[in-house]
């Protein structure tokens, strides 16, 4: 599961420049014409498009804007956004339990946090940017994602409160259960 | 039987009438139908009937229904709890053949289902591809198409047994979350001929234009480059808004989540993108604090829907019948057994049977008044036998939630009444 690429940034590169976008484009729609799978139907997505529309985030930090924050400002994004759903210390709920919970997997009754259970912290920005606060997805800006991220690790004890979380040091944060999943083994059951 | 069933129904729809007086307006799910009972003539040769419609609705005396819930440990049902609802359960007690009417396909959406003009929707299809290329939902319905009946499960079907069995609970309850349709689209290899995806390329983000944005990261397999769909049909007519209006995505056999609905983005890399449901939500946790990842294929399964949880039935003739299905291919033997599992009986399988597929199986019974357990299950294309409970908590524990496959018992007691139960 390692060795991310960097594919995006690579084919971005293919399609820099107005001549060699035309270019591309002029080729795709020739091509449609004679087989070889070419319906002519479709067009090239621009730069611009596919930067607007390209949101995900990967291990490596890919997809990471630029921004920061730190554990003391994402405490007041958390009061404001997130607590009403999540508990004033991301332990109460009602919904998800994010803070804590380290030790427990092994339990009758696991609980299942960021800090006990999810292997990357890049994921934390890919879900809040995309999907998060539950009742206004999208709305948090970059710092505000940076340092609400920086409170949830703070709190789950995975950085010291004055960290600094921005593109170049989330991807490099060590989550604790990173070496807790294993590659679907099944059939794992014998049956009759 | 049918008198049990009509009792079901009934008390589900006065349930039904119950939250809709409590919520008043703000519930407009169900329609004024359900309110009253309809009224048929004495004797409906003696007047003319009702007049064609533009667009049909089944009889106002079924009341069949899907039922509503939040998820792990929520009750399920319509009435407060509704505004906390992701989930519907397809009534499968109900149902006849392997096709479940799109209207009672089972429904699992992470923040709402979007509304979504299909005339301003676009798919992007970009990362390691020679030509990044957006197409019309138009576009799409233009390119050759292709039809299957596949079903889909979610991952989280039957997630109450892992942990403890309620005795009230009905197939609905407790296997609901699958169903089949008809699903008409393009196939993905045609797209990927179209934007020419570059070597190295070994797997493939999709996203949804939900709330919730919903993404997965998609191995390309041999298996998905060959049968995954952009979907834009649903037993003949437009994807429901419940399942994707206007495009998803179908990788038959696979778990429900990963056939993002809504579709709008394709994004080709050499390692998945490790999203929030591959990471923190669809993973199986073991024993051992370890947890399996991308366990996608929804192996083996099958479950008796036809004497099954909270019906009443009389002695006499009884056909026993069920669905089963496996994300490995063909069903290729069900069997059932009504002495709790001491021995089996090779069930008829309906026609047709297909790969990754619901299949009908059906078995001639007489009860006889006693006090039994009854249990079906069933073998694949690979050999693969569905397993006891006890032969998959044995392996997996308890905490797993995802991809509970094991054999289902249902208890018949003296007098006719059918029980959810371990056995």
């Known amino acids: ?192 | 039987m049918g008198e049990g069933l009509l009792n079901m129904s009934r008390r589900r729809f006065l349930v039904h009438s119950a939250s809709m007086m409590a919520l008043g307006a703000a519930t407009l799910a169900l329609p004024k139908a359900h309110a009253e009972e309809p009224k048929a003539p004495e004797d409906p040769m003696r007047v003319p009937g009702a007049l064609p419609r533009p667009y049909g609705e089944r009889s106002p005396f079924i009341k069949s229904s899907r039922v509503g819930g939040a998820g792990p440990g929520a009750p399920h049902g319509w009435g407060a709890n509704a505004p906390n609802n992701f989930n519907s359960w397809t009534p499968l007690q109900d149902l006849h053949g392997i096709v479940t009417p799109s209207a009672l396909h089972f429904e699992r959406h992470h923040n709402g289902v979007p509304l979504i003009d299909p005339s301003r929707h676009r798919l992007l299809i970009h990362g390691l591809v020679k030509r990044p290329m957006i197409f019309t939902v138009d576009d799409l319905e233009r390119l050759p198409a292709s039809s299957r009946l596949a079903f889909l499960e979610c991952s989280g079907n039957s997630h109450d047994l892992w942990l403890h069995v309620n005795p009230d609970f009905t197939v609905q309850d407790t296997h609901g979350l699958t169903s089949t349709s008809e699903w008409t689209g393009v196939k993905l290899s045609t797209l990927l001929e179209a934007v020419g995806v570059q070597r190295g390329a070994s797997w493939m983000l999709a996203e949804g234009s939900d709330a919730a944005g919903m993404d997965r990261s998609v191995p390309l397999t041999h298996e998905v480059l060959e049968e995954a769909m952009i979907c834009y049909g649903q037993n003949g007519e437009a994807l429901r808004p419940e399942q994707g209006f206007p495009l998803r995505l179908l990788i038959p056999g696979y778990e429900g989540n990963i056939n993002i609905k809504w579709l709008r983005r394709l994004k080709f890399g050499t390692a998945p993108f490790m999203t929030r449901e591959e990471t923190s939500k669809y993973t199986d946790l073991m024993p051992d604090g370890k947890a399996y990842q991308f366990s996608l294929v929804m192996e083996a399964k099958s479950v008796i829907t036809s004497p099954s949880g909270q019906q009443q039935i009389q002695p006499g003739f009884q056909e026993i019948r069920g669905l089963a299905w496996s994300g490995r291919g063909r069903v290729t033997k069900a069997e059932v057994s009504v002495d709790g599992g001491r021995t089996w009986q090779l069930a008829r399988l309906q026609e047709p049977v297909l790969p990754k597929c619901h299949t009908r199986f059906l078995w001639p019974w007489r009860w006889n008044g006693q006090e039994t357990i009854l249990q079906s299950r069933c073998t694949d294309e690979t050999g693969y036998v569905q397993p006891t409970r006890q032969e998959l908590v044995k392996v997996r524990g308890n905490n797993s939630v995802f991809h509970y496959n094991a054999i289902q018992s249902w208890r018949v007691d003296r007098d006719g009444r059918i029980w959810n139960i371990y056995a």
Request: net charge neutral.
């Open chain 1, 1 to 192: 599961m390692d060795g991310y690429g960097t594919s995006t940034r690579k084919s971005l590169l293919i399609g820099v420049g107005t001549v060699a976008l035309t270019l591309a484009y002029v080729w795709a729609v020739g091509a449609a014409d004679e087989g070889g799978g070419g319906y002519g139907l479709g067009r090239m997505a621009t730069d611009e498009e596919i930067r607007a529309w390209n949101i995900d985030v990967s291990p490596t930090g890919e997809g990471l804007p630029p921004g920061q924050g730190t554990a003391k400002q994402g405490a007041q994004v958390f009061a404001a956004k997130c607590a009403m759903c999540h508990g004033p210390t991301g332990k109460e709920g009602p919904k998800d339990r994010l803070v804590g919970g380290q030790g427990t997997l092994t339990t009758g009754k696991p609980i299942k946090t960021i800090g006990s259970y999810w292997p990357y912290a890049t994921t934390l920005y890919d879900f809040i940017n995309r999907a998060m606060p539950f009742n206004a997805p999208g709305s948090l800006n970059p710092d505000e994602i940076y340092s609400v991220i920086a409170w949830l690790l703070f709190q789950n004890g995975i950085v010291k409160e004055d960290a600094v979380i921005d593109a170049r040091t989330l991807p490099q944060v060590q989550m604790p259960n990173r070496n807790g999943f294993i590659p679907d083994p099944r059939p794992d059951v014998p049956g009759k």
